[in-house]
């Protein structure tokens, strides 16, 4: 079974400018999250979407974050525009149903914002 | 809320030992579950072991257990017979149980496994 794949794995860019992640899940996995790992810390939570819906993105910076989740399979995380700050690896992760709904987490896409 | 506290932030173990990682944990849910996670240096984060707040036994998963405590609100993570490729960062992590609710991630504990 593929497990999460996740594109691209390095993106190096300017400040300011615009940025995509993209995720695919495990398939039959209906919970996908994106989450923020910073340097020397654990991830945390930016987005979650069940199926097509995103049901808890209060840690999600809208004024220059932005997600979606057409047709509740893939996923795309977009910044713009980029800030310094941003450099980080963003981590998808899918779970299944049901009340264990282990999260299994995709290779993540390492951002630097020169 | 939810927090969880991993006090080592390095660890060292030779090989063929075992090693104790330290997770403590507190939160109001009367119903969670506590994992662990392994990030190599390629970053993926790698599922090791689960552990339910109501299960009567402490989960093992291989060479992996978890030494549960629940009135001590702890979970920490022993790898027995400790292999070169154990070396990592090692994340506890928590969230609620009964719906798909996000992952709570400690700050880790790097894990060194020596000759």
């Known amino acids: 079974e593929a497990g999460v794949v996740q594109s691209p794995r390095y993106k190096i860019i300017e400040k300011k400018q615009p940025v995509a992640f993209w995720c695919n899940p495990i398939?039959?996995?209906?919970?996908l999250y994106w989450y923020l790992q910073n340097l020397g810390q654990g991830p945390e939570l930016l987005i979650r979407?069940?199926?097509?819906?995103?049901?808890?993105d209060s840690q999600l910076p809208k004024d220059r974050f932005s997600a979606e989740r057409l047709k509740g399979v893939d996923s795309t995380l977009k910044i713009q525009p980029a800030e310094l700050g941003d450099s980080a690896v963003y981590l998808c992760?899918?779970?299944?149903?049901?009340?264990?709904?282990?999260?299994?987490f995709g290779p993540g896409t390492r951002l630097l914002v020169l | 809320a939810q927090k969880i506290t991993q006090t080592q932030p390095g660890m060292f173990v030779q090989e063929k030992e075992a090693v104790t990682l330290d997770c403590t944990y507190d939160t109001s849910d009367p119903s969670y579950g506590l994992f662990w996670y392994k990030q190599p240096s390629s970053g993926e984060m790698i599922f090791l072991i689960y552990q339910g707040s109501y299960d009567q036994q402490n989960a093992t998963e291989g060479r992996y257990s978890l030494n549960f405590q629940k009135a001590r609100k702890s979970a920490n993570l022993v790898i027995s017979a400790s292999q070169l490729g154990d070396s990592a960062m090692y994340f506890c992590a928590m969230r609620r149980t009964g719906t798909a609710s996000k992952l709570t991630f400690g700050t880790g504990t790097r894990l060194q496994v020596t000759l």
């Open positions: 398939s039959g996995h209906n919970t």
């Open positions: 979407y069940e199926n097509e819906e995103a049901v808890d």
């Open positions: 992760a899918s779970s299944p149903s049901g009340a264990r709904g282990t999260q299994y």
